[in-house]
């Protein structure tokens, strides 16, 4: 969408249960909190409102709602995102022109990442995300098994090093985080992006099951200028790459937001 477009967007997460319910802090993240393992029926409901700038502002409000005692993968999980073993020659050529930068503000050409090793690296929507906060707590759950197998762990991220570092700070990520500012890697990737890749029925029960567990979207990261001129609406991606800049052995492309891979096709990918 253009920078004309969208000036703000936002998500609310509401959740109606009975008043003897109590909340306990969620284990790795311990300033937000879960909700209890045994409880009656509950209703949530989840809300994604879209203000545009036009001549007379427009407001556009996507509802989804459930009603049952526990949300599980299966209930949100879909057809699966594009995945490949195989990758254009155009697609390493651009790639050896990307430049991401690493916590300190150092330049780093992408495909430098995986030069001499193999990698797991894992593209964010944007660095305030809540989907992409939970992406990176499964990916870095398996985080022993990679490095028994020499195989590190990225993350990056469409955004500023000061976003990366806010992140970083916030998820105790353990694999390394980069910012690219220009969108580079997501262009040369051919990474999806758009309003309908966003707001669709899976990725708002994907939000409500990511806030049931204890994440929380960053919405001051969410609202920084950046981030909000491109709507928010750019996905991301999974891909296991070297050793060698063209050796992309694995990709996949998310069709949605929160379209996380299986995590033992991304284990057979880089650690067998």
Known sequence: ??????????????????????????????????????????????????LLRRPNPIKRTINFSSSQSSITVSAVSGSPGIASSEVSEDTT????????????????????LWKDRKAVVAFARHFGCVLCRKRADYLAAKKDIMDAA??????????????????????????????????????????????????TPGAGLKIIQAYMEGYRQDWGLSFEKDTRTRGGWQQ?????????????????????AGDDPDIEEILQACCS
Not at 5 to 27: D, E, K, R, W
Not at 96 to 110: A, K, R
Not at 245 to 252: A, F, G, M, Q, R
């Open 1 to 50: 969408m253009s920078r004309v477009g969208v000036v703000a967007m936002a998500i609310s997460l509401s959740a109606t249960l009975p008043s003897n319910n109590t909340f306990q802090p969620h284990p790795n993240h311990p300033s937000s909190h879960i909700f209890p393992k045994q409880s009656p029926p509950y209703n949530h409901n989840l809300s994604f409102s879209l």
């Open 93 to 112: 050529s651009l790639l050896d022109t990307v430049q991401v930068f690493d916590l300190n503000g150092n330049g780093v050409p992408i495909s430098d």
């Open 150 to 199: 020499g195989v590190a762990l990225v993350l990056i991220g469409p955004g500023t090093v000061d976003q990366a570092k806010a992140f970083s700070e916030q998820t105790k990520f353990k694999g390394e985080v980069y910012a690219d500012p220009s969108y580079s890697s997501y262009k040369a990737l051919r990474f999806v992006s758009g309003v309908s890749t966003t707001f």
């Open 236 to 256: 991301g991606g999974i891909i296991v790459a070297g050793p060698g800049k063209s050796n992309i052995s694995y990709v996949h492309k998310d069709k949605e």
